[in-house]
């Protein structure tokens, strides 16, 4: 939120400069991120007087102006042709610098001299207005400086304010706060006035449906409206604020807004069909044409405003463009309302709508201060737009709002503080926080909060007040042994620790990608990896046509392998592990933890000694098996699959248990081709819900054996369709005793086996831990080791 200093001194005394001040709320607990001082950059721009004018004799377009700057009276040259003698002007004297860097000095145009330059508000950057320059109030000082005169010099804070404090986007709740931290009195800004004419009841009625989504509904009628431009120091506040000006009565209500911190609408009294207000939820089909020009359809749980016939504002989200306010309006219906939160949280994301006023209202607005900001309108209505108040106010309510009794122990508070604060103290800071304090008993308070702090509900809530307004910097900070501890993670934490490390380990890079996606990503990739019966949408998305939870990893990756390649990125090797999320039987959805992978370009960086070889599917294959194998999972079979998805003959699945857990290959030409990758990528996605439980069996180190080892070769000659994870799994199940490791270092099939059939060649390692090995128990083992495979693969041996 930003807040004006010179606004926020008419609420309080500040006695400190703008950095001690951002300080001192920043440990508050009012974060100050920036200080912006305006009005600098102005030097040597002067309020002068325009006497005389007369053409320029060289230029039709240009005239030459006497200016009286105070002090002496000069020449200026013009293009303007908004002005006339005796207005008062921006005058920029030799040496002003103006907003696009231009430096002034005294110079001839087409032979007259110009001893300056009278300024639009572009050219000071004041505004937007180029097509004449700044005409000034005639009460502008002559001669004085022109960010005094228009109070430009300012420091505005940007203040973030957390969720919990509604109370705080308001000037008056950051003056609240200033006047508890500095111990000064806060100022209430003005709100009586005259009221005339007939009783506000004869004018109109107020009928709330449903009092639940809204409790508080208040009305002040204020006719002989006239509509206009709003005063420039009204303006100059709500720009600076970030709220652009409309005319002076959406004006007022805006100023309102960020100076009580309450919402407010003005309707055109005319506009409203019988001249009246009902308080309802919409009707099935009903639509509105809100004040941003759009068409919104409305459903049956939201609030809204409406006459007799119509809905005329979306409640606490934005008014209607049928009841707005123009330069026609005569007589206006002012609303000041206390709505629902949760009611106006859900309208404002259905609706994709975020307004200033939804942003209050969603995080608990003020239920007591209905009738004094309506009031405060009047006020200001009556000051710029010359209106008269009509007698009384409608305030239509069932109850009064509830002030909050809490109970609050002195010691509690040094207990948890580490303090020693005296009761005394502890009664004058509630006080000076507008908080009613009275004695419940030696060291116990009763505290009532004001509706305004919709925060304070406990006693810790009366606490931290205590300790934010005493400063946290002044607990002070005991003496104390203290040792760091673990945190045990759960298995599943483990496991997505364990699988990042091993496949960056393995030289992949992790990514992360969005959990929406749009339908047409869905599309490209064709056919589903896993079953589900149906997708989870969401009902509002801020990312345009991304409203589907992503039930594969694999859109995500392939985009990202698009955008490396479309940047030059030549060798990719990514993972993510990340949720999916689908429906499942009888309609309950399904969440999963699935991990995909891509590998495209070279095996390694191209070298002018290694050349450059391109990854291919054996390569994918091989980091899925290594990872496995870290995991201790030896028995994984990876099993041909035909999918559209993949290029014919370079897709299979994983299985584990007989279970199929994922695939793997070579996007087919299609999908490259829809998601504009013209180089060949692989891909894979594996279900890691049975690879969880492996990560409490995960291989620990063994000591090195200090005595020799040797080999011995076996070749198997086997049918086709046997499957080489088959023959490894078999070959594993022999990995005990003294065999330490088996490797494949042949593969053959050709005229010297017959057809149908293939060769594969093993070399198996023998060594004991505890001692040199005879030959004949390696031979006794290694022949034990073919008889196995003979009988688990039905093959020959190959001499």
């Known amino acids: 939120m930003k807040v004006p200093l010179n606004w926020l001194k008419e609420f309080v005394e500040i006695d400190v400069s703008p950095e001690e001040l951002a300080e001192k709320l920043t440990l508050a607990g009012l974060e100050v991120e920036k200080v912006n001082y305006q009005g600098r950059g102005l030097?040597?721009?002067?309020?002068?007087?325009?006497?005389?004018?007369?053409?320029?004799?060289?230029?039709?377009?240009?005239?030459?102006?006497?200016?009286?700057?105070?002090?002496?009276?000069?020449?200026?040259?013009?293009?303007?042709?908004?002005?006339?003698?005796?207005?008062?002007?921006?005058?920029?004297?030799?040496?002003?610098?103006l907003a696009d860097g231009m430096k002034l000095k005294k110079t001839k145009i087409r032979g007259e001299t110009s001893y300056g330059m009278m300024c639009s508000e572009i050219e000071l950057n004041?505004?937007?207005?180029?097509?004449?320059?700044?005409?000034?109030?005639?009460?502008?000082?002559?001669?004085?400086?022109?960010?005094?005169a228009m109070g430009l010099e300012d420091a505005v804070f940007e203040i973030e304010i957390t969720p919990n404090r509604p109370d705080c986007l308001s000037i008056l709740g950051i003056a609240r706060e200033v006047g508890a931290i500095l111990g000064n009195k806060v100022r209430i800004p003005q709100i009586d006035f005259a009221e005339e004419g007939k009783k506000c009841e004869e004018w109109t009625s107020i009928t709330i449906e449903n009092y639940e989504l809204c409790p508080r509904y208040a009305g002040r009628i204020i006719t002989d409206i006239k509509v206009g431009p709003s005063p420039s120091w009204m303006k100059q506040r709500l720009e600076k604020c970030g709220i652009r000006s409309i005319n002076n009565v959406v004006d007022v209500t805006n100023y309102v807004l960020l100076?009580?911190?309450?919402?407010?609408?003005?309707?055109?009294?005319?506009?409203?069909?019988?001249?009246?207000?009902?308080?309802?939820?919409?009707?099935?089909?009903?639509?509105?044409?809100?004040?941003?020009?759009?068409?919104?359809?409305?459903?049956?749980?939201?609030?809204?405003?409406?006459?007799?016939?119509?809905?005329?504002?979306?409640?606490?989200?934005?008014?209607?463009?049928?009841?707005?306010?123009?330069?026609?309006?005569?007589?206006?219906?002012?609303?000041?309302?206390?709505?629902?939160?949760?009611?106006?949280?859900?309208?404002?994301?259905?609706?994709?709508?975020?307004?200033?006023?939804?942003?209050?209202?969603?995080?608990?607005?003020?239920?007591?201060?209905?009738?004094?900001?309506?009031?405060?309108?009047?006020?200001?209505?009556?000051?710029?737009?010359?209106?008269?108040?009509?007698?009384?106010?409608?305030?239509?309510?069932?109850?009064?709002?509830?002030?909050?009794?809490?109970?609050?122990?002195?010691?509690?508070?040094?207990?948890?503080?580490?303090?020693?604060i005296p009761e005394a103290d502890v009664r004058e800071i509630l006080s000076r926080l507008e908080l009613e304090v009275d004695s419940a008993g030696e060291g116990v308070l009763d505290v009532e909060a004001p509706t305004f702090r919709v925060d304070l509900a406990r006693e810790i809530d009366l606490v931290e007040e205590v300790g934010r307004i005493y400063g946290y910097q002044n607990i002070p900070t005991p003496d104390s042994n203290c040792r760091l501890g673990t945190v045990e993670l759960n298995l599943i934490h483990r496991f997505e620790s364990v699988t990042k490390n091993i496949l960056t380990g393995l030289g992949l890079y992790e990514i992360i990608c969005c959990?929406?996606?749009?339908?047409?990503?869905?599309?490209?990739?064709?056919?589903?990896?896993?079953?589900?019966?149906?997708?989870?949408?969401?009902?509002?998305?801020?990312?345009?046509?991304?409203?589907?939870?992503?039930?594969?990893?694999?859109?995500?990756?392939?985009?990202?392998?698009?955008?490396?390649?479309?940047?030059?990125?030549?060798?990719?090797?990514?993972?993510?592990?990340?949720?999916?999320?689908?429906?499942?039987?009888?309609?309950?959805?399904?969440?999963?933890?699935?991990?995909?992978?891509?590998?495209?370009?070279?095996?390694?960086?191209?070298s002018w000694d290694t050349g450059y070889k391109e990854i291919d599917f054996f390569d994918l294959k091989g980091v899925i098996e290594e990872y496995l194998k870290r995991l201790?999972?030896?028995?994984?079979?990876?099993?041909?699959?035909?999918?559209?998805?993949?290029?014919?003959?370079?897709?299979?699945?994983?299985?584990?248990?007989?279970?199929?857990?994922?695939?793997?290959?070579?996007?087919?030409?299609?999908?490259?081709?829809?998601?504009?990758?013209k180089s060949r990528v692989f891909i894979a996605e594996l279900d890691t819900e049975p690879l969880v439980p492996w990560v409490e069996k995960s291989p620990c180190f063994e000591q090195l054996s200090?005595?020799?080892?040797?080999?011995?070769?076996?070749?198997?000659?086997?049918?086709?369709?046997?499957?080489?994870?088959?023959?490894?799994?078999?070959?594993?199940?022999?990995?005990?005793?003294?065999?330490?490791?088996?490797?494949?270092?042949?593969?053959?099939?050709?005229?010297?086996?017959?057809?149908?059939?293939?060769?594969?060649?093993?070399?198996?390692?023998?060594?004991?831990?505890?001692?040199?090995?005879?030959?004949?128990?390696?031979?006794?083992?290694?022949?034990?080791?073919?008889?196995?495979?003979?009988?688990?693969?039905?093959?020959?041996?190959?001499?």
């Open 43 to 97: 030097e040597n721009v002067i309020v002068a007087q325009i006497e005389s004018i007369w053409p320029h004799p060289n230029a039709d377009k240009l005239t030459l102006c006497d200016v009286n700057t105070g002090t002496d009276t000069v020449q200026v040259v013009c293009g303007a042709k908004n002005m006339k003698a005796g207005d008062r002007v921006a005058l920029a004297l030799p040496g002003a610098v």
């Open 126 to 148: 004041l505004g937007e207005n180029a097509s004449g320059i700044i005409i000034l109030p005639k009460d502008y000082s002559l001669g004085g400086d022109l960010s005094a």
């Open 259 to 420: 100076e009580l911190g309450h919402p407010l609408h003005a309707f055109d009294y005319e506009k409203l069909a019988g001249h009246r207000i009902v308080v309802r939820t919409a009707r099935p089909g009903e639509k509105i044409f809100s004040l941003d020009g759009e068409e919104r359809k409305l459903s049956e749980d939201m609030l809204v405003i409406a006459d007799a016939e119509k809905p005329v504002a979306i409640a606490g989200v934005m008014g209607g463009a049928n009841s707005e306010v123009s330069e026609e309006t005569k007589t206006v219906l002012l609303e000041s309302a206390y709505f629902n939160q949760a009611s106006i949280r859900r309208t404002s994301k259905k609706l994709g709508l975020s307004t200033e006023a939804s942003y209050r209202f969603e995080r608990g607005a003020d239920p007591g201060v209905q009738v004094t900001t309506a009031d405060r309108v009047c006020r200001l209505l009556i000051e710029v737009a010359g209106g008269k108040v009509a007698k009384g106010v409608l305030d239509v309510k069932q109850a009064e709002p509830a002030r909050r009794n809490i109970r609050l122990r002195v010691k509690r508070i040094n207990d948890i503080l580490g303090t020693e």
């Open 515 to 606: 959990n929406l996606i749009g339908k047409t990503s869905l599309e490209e990739i064709g056919d589903k990896f896993f079953e589900y019966d149906r997708l989870l949408t969401v009902l509002s998305s801020k990312s345009g046509e991304k409203t589907i939870l992503r039930p594969t990893l694999l859109p995500g990756i392939l985009e990202c392998v698009a955008r490396n390649l479309h940047q030059n990125q030549r060798d990719i090797k990514i993972f993510e592990l990340g949720r999916v999320h689908f429906g499942g039987g009888n309609d309950s959805p399904v969440e999963k933890l699935m991990l995909s992978l891509a590998m495209t370009g070279g095996r390694t960086p191209k």
């Open 632 to 677: 201790n999972i030896y028995g994984a079979e990876f099993r041909e699959e035909s999918n559209p998805f993949f290029r014919g003959g370079q897709g299979a699945s994983v299985l584990l248990e007989g279970r199929r857990i994922g695939l793997l290959g070579e996007a087919g030409p299609q999908v490259r081709e829809r998601f504009e990758i």
């Open 706 to 799: 200090v005595f020799p080892s040797t080999s011995r070769d076996v070749a198997i000659i086997v049918d086709d369709g046997v499957s080489y994870s088959q023959i490894r799994s078999a070959l594993e199940q022999m990995r005990k005793g003294i065999v330490s490791e088996i490797a494949l270092f042949d593969f053959y099939r050709g005229e010297q086996v017959s057809s149908g059939k293939k060769s594969l060649a093993f070399s198996i390692t023998y060594r004991s831990a505890d001692r040199t090995l005879t030959d004949e128990e390696v031979e006794k083992a290694h022949s034990k080791i073919k008889k196995s495979l003979i009988r688990e693969l039905q093959c020959e041996i190959r001499e």
